[in-house]
């Protein structure tokens, strides 16, 4: 069993910064890959950005650029750092990890870009 809890979220203005936390309670390094999606209201959530165990990296073609996602391997936490944010980005944001067969996540952090 993996548990993710997610932090960070919060309201901010168009073009300002955020960055969201997600500590896991196992060793990360023993995850095949961890990631963060997000929901907006009245959408599909989606992947913003990935990172596997190999340390490669994948993101949304809508936040390239603008987030990055990271990790550290003693705090067993994966970071998503985001910046030029803008009013589409508001969602709820979610943390997951893959171990193997099995999928976790946390129950989310809400981040408004609002003015």
């Known amino acids: 069993q993996v548990q993710l809890v997610e932090s960070g979220g919060g309201l901010v203005q168009p073009g300002g910064s955020l960055r969201l936390s997600c500590a896991a309670s196992?060793?990360?390094?023993?995850?095949?890959?961890m990631g963060w999606y997000r929901q907006a209201p009245g959408k599909q959530r989606e992947l913003v950005a990935r990172?596997?165990?190999?340390?490669?990296?994948n993101y949304a073609d809508s936040v390239k650029g603008r987030f990055t996602i990271s990790r550290d391997n003693a705090k067993n936490t994966v970071y998503l750092q985001m910046n030029s944010l803008k009013p589409e980005d508001t969602a709820v944001y979610s943390c997951?990890?893959?171990?193997?067969?099995?999928?976790?996540w946390g129950k989310g952090t809400l981040v408004t870009v609002s003015s």
């Open positions: 997951n990890a893959v171990l193997v067969l099995m999928t976790y």
């Open positions: 196992v060793s990360i390094l023993n995850l095949n890959a």
């Open positions: 990172i596997t165990s190999a340390g490669s990296t």
